[in-house]
């Protein structure tokens, strides 16, 4: 109840939040609004694509992780003066840092090129998956997998931080929804308007998922008398 009462009551969300979802709207919106009247070869026009690697928006995700990764360095030192740290926190910084290399990088992007040789003859051409390839199943379902195991274990650990614990995971999973659920859908979306709001939805639920994830570990960070860690 706790932490769906937060997301209801704007006076509980910290301003940077707030400035972080307006953000993640606009961006969307922009996206929207310039490639809609606009030629694709505008140049004005790329910097608002949020399929274009050197993108406004893309430097954006890529901040908002890096921040992610700050703030989560900052709990685990934290916790580690206290006498509390542990092997499972550090992976907080080191996720979020990876994903934010990610998606400056395209690291998926490329894997999911490179993978093409285990398609049949060697290409995406002839598959369901012409526009992704199967990254997807390669990284994505994998890297879910390890997730839930290291937020199971991470929750075991923090005792007291479940509100937090509870928005981490929504943020994850949101972000992962549009990065993987929404993407894979990509693969059978044959129209320029469908396309369009796919890639919007796509990249606005990442950013939103980034945007709830800093919220949690901001909140992590401010707790001014956080639990031991159990012993489990």
Not at 43 to 66: C, H, M, N, P
Not at 107 to 115: D, M, P, Q, T, V
Not at 137 to 156: D, H, N, Q
């Amino acid at each position: 109840m706790q932490i769906s009462k937060s997301f209801f009551n704007i006076r509980q969300i910290p301003l940077v939040v707030i400035c972080l979802f307006i953000l993640d709207v606009f961006f969307c919106f922009a996206y929207i609004g310039t490639h809609v009247p606009a030629p694709l070869d505008f140049k004005a026009v790329r910097y608002w694509d949020l399929d274009f690697e050197g993108g406004i928006a893309t430097w954006y995700s890529a901040f908002q992780l890096l921040g992610i990764a700050i703030l989560s360095t900052l709990f685990v030192r934290k916790k580690a003066v206290a006498g509390q740290g542990s092997p499972v926190l550090i992976g907080l910084p080191i996720i979020f840092l990876s994903m934010g290399i990610d998606e400056i990088a395209r690291i998926h992007e490329r894997i999911g090129k490179y993978s093409d040789i285990l398609l049949p003859a060697g290409s995406r051409a002839n598959t369901p998956f012409q526009e992704t390839g199967i990254w997807v199943f390669l990284v994505g379902i994998p890297f879910i997998i390890f997730f839930l195991v290291w937020l199971y274990k991470l929750r075991k650990h923090l005792i007291g931080y479940g509100a937090e614990i509870n928005r981490l995971g929504m943020g994850v999973l949101t972000l992962l929804f549009g990065a993987l659920g929404i993407e894979l859908l990509s693969n059978f979306l044959y129209h320029d308007s469908s396309q369009l709001i796919g890639i919007a939805l796509e990249e606005g639920l990442e950013m939103i998922g980034a945007t709830v994830i800093f919220w949690a570990v901001l909140s992590m960070l401010k707790k001014k008398r956080p639990p031991k860690l159990s012993r489990v």
